[in-house]
């Protein structure tokens, strides 16, 4: 049988406007997540909020008798405003590791990553375990990191310690290059050779939206990591549809809680 | 220990006994085995699996769910797999677990809950149908049904006419009379009633000026409802002599000791398995404690023990 993990906060920092680093102790029996999965977090005992809150794993420690997981949010709701005031030392029920993870082909040479703003969570994770125990079956990982501004632009010290080249990027060029980060993307694109490159993307709907659009005529595989509202996490309230392509071009939805979150990204429906 | 061994917590819903009075609410547990993993089937008065309609639906676009004060508005819109993918795909792992298994259903009109009684009445390991009637995010059908005393006993009838599992019919709380409609399924020959569904409701996003649900309004479910589930259950309760099943807003063995006290056989606890997989084996564990502790040893001495 699995449980609800109690989890104790170590860390609830305020690493950047309305973006929180929190970090939770677990008991050492919580499972390692794979790159990609989701952990639910509700706040014990209290009304509201009600529902637990979705947040990919970015970084997960396992010491001797315990582990650390580390999750980055932005305040964006009452969810996560109540989040922001909890000290540490307070317990969260934790679900989870939940979801199907990134899937990582043996094949491929070159490593992509695309993230925007949030979206680097899920991908530094997955660099990390790329960096880890995959090392010898890739030559390059290339790490492109979009945000509006300097000030939104998260997680970049982080790719630092990864051995991945960061490229950084901003809408109004306040921090690295200026423009959207899949237009900065295509402008490198030709460098690598689609069979030989798997691209792993994360981030806001236009954004994601925008590289579908670029691959759409290419033969580039690409994984993409969605985020939708979500009740239950395990796939019983089916809240969290997303909308992918059927044979009969009838309208058919998927769980992004159970059968994503990570998809293909020819398989969703772009609207 | 022995004192333990002494407490019966089993009822009887018509013919149909369960070992306690706990069941899931349709649509909030899937088909069981999404919960599986977190819940010993085995401990459930009953499962109550998403609502099954002939053809497999896809449901409303997203977003489908919003959390509002003390509970959620949904529209999801009876995405299910169909009834033959029910009986093919998700029946044969529920029959290999020891609890009874109660399939809700769903028509756009009378032929279609014939039909889908029909199939589930053939299948093995059905123990029940529970009639939605009473769905608020579909237009067609789910509300006229459910909102009318005539359309309400006639969809009771038609099921009734083609099956002879107990028929349970569910019923919306958005009308003017409740005690009307289940006065009008009972004389239809209903088994018994489950109440409520979701109440309909509707939360805007300020800063865009749309509706934060795609399809407008939802089902309001949580904790939120409890004591208007509570009130429209003691309205049925009094006008009714079938067995009445409570839902709404049940977060735990208290709020579900309110309903068998006021005189439900059993609840249904919905929501609750959102916010906590395990709410449903909290609910029994904590019903048992509460009979230990005022040393009741048959919960029918709860059940409607009701002092107004």
Known sequence: MKNVYIGEILKNEEIAQDCFLMRVALHVSFPDPAAGQFVMVRVSGIAEPLLARPFSVYSFERQNNSCALDILYRVLGRGTQVMAGLLNGTQVEILGPLGQGFEIKQNKKNIILVGGGMGVAPLTYLALHLNNYMCSSFSTMYFYLGAQNDEALIGVDELKKLSCTAITCTDDGSRGEKGLVTQILLKDLKKFSPEETMIYACGPKPMLKALAKILRKTKYSCQVSLEEKMACGVGACLGCAVPVKSRNSKPAYKRVCADGPVFDINEIVWK | ?308
């Open chain 2, 1 to 308: 220990m022995a004192e333990t061994e002494q407490i019966n917590m089993s009822v009887k819903i018509g013919r149909l006994k369960l070992k306690n009075p706990v069941m899931t609410a349709s649509g909030t547990f899937g088909y069981g085995e999404e919960y599986a993993d977190y819940v010993d089937l085995n401990k459930l008065g009953a499962v109550v699996v998403k609502g099954l309609s002939l053809k497999p639906r896809a449901g409303n676009p997203p977003p489908r769910v919003m959390e509002t004060p003390g509970g959620m508005l949904n529209a999801v819109g009876l995405q299910n797999v169909g009834v033959e993918a029910f009986i093919s795909e998700k029946l044969p792992f529920l029959r290999k677990y020891d609890t009874k298994v109660i399939v809700n259903i769903y028509g756009e009109n009378y032929d279609e809950y014939k039909k889908v009684t029909r199939k589930l009445s053939a299948a093995k390991g059905v123990h029940a149908v529970e009639v939605n009637i009473s769905c608020p995010n579909v237009k067609k059908g789910g509300l006229s049904f459910g909102a009318d005393p005539k359309t309400a006993a006639t969809v009771t009838r038609k099921v009734k006419e083609v099956t002879d599992l107990p028929v349970i019919v569910k019923l919306t709380p958005n009308v003017t009379d409740i005690a009307a409609i289940a006065v009008a399924v009972e004389k239809a020959g209903a088994d018994a009633i489950s109440l409520i569904n979701t109440i309909t409701g509707m939360s805007v996003d300020i800063f865009t000026g749309r509706p934060h649900l795609k399809n407008i309004t939802g089902g309001l479910s949580g904790p939120a409802i409890k004591p208007v589930a509570l009130r429209m259950v003691w309205q049925v309760l009094q006008n009714v002599s079938i067995p009445v099943i409570g839902i709404g807003g049940i977060m735990n063995a208290e709020d579900a000791l309110e309903f068998l006290i006021i005189g439900a056989k059993a609840v249904q606890i919905g929501t609750a398995n959102f916010i906590n997989p395990q709410a449903t084996m909290e609910v029994i564990g904590g019903i048992k404690r509460y009979m230990e502790m005022t040393g009741i040893k048959n919960i029918s001495k709860i059940i409607g023990t009701f002092k107004a």
